[in-house]
């Protein structure tokens, strides 16, 4: 069992900067091998959004998708099993819960972490 606790969310005016982390642990047995790593958000009535991935054989960084192409950020140690969302020039429309997925590499099971919460103010 992988648990995955995000960490960093909190609330933010127009144009600023915050870094997300996710750390995974295992609450029992083994830790299984990762093959994606990467982050998603939801914001208030609307449906979960993509917002960056990390392929365990890719690159250790990447941009994100979309209205937060250019912005965000996401990258990993992996040594520390953590990946990291850094998001900059924060905007309005970017306020949401941002979750933290892992799939399992042998059956694709994805693990989620609770959620942080970003709010951003004008």
């Known amino acids: 069992q992988v648990q995955l606790v995000e960490s960093g969310g909190g609330s933010v005016q127009a144009g600023g900067s915050l870094r997300l982390s996710c750390a995974a642990s295992?609450?029992?047995?083994?830790?299984?091998?990762?093959?994606?790593m990467g982050w998603y958000r939801q914001a208030p009535g609307k449906e979960r959004e993509y917002v960056a991935t990390l392929t365990t054989r890719g690159a250790d960084s990447g941009d994100s998708a979309g209205s937060m192409k250019g912005r965000f950020t996401i990258s990993r140690d992996k040594r520390k099993k953590t990946v990291y969302l850094q998001m900059n020039d924060l905007k309005p429309e970017d306020t949401a819960v941002y979750y933290c997925k892992m799939s399992r590499t042998w059956d694709g099971f994805d693990y989620w972490g609770k959620g942080t919460l970003v709010t951003v103010s004008s």
């Open positions: 295992v609450v029992s047995g083994e830790m299984p091998s990762i093959s994606v």
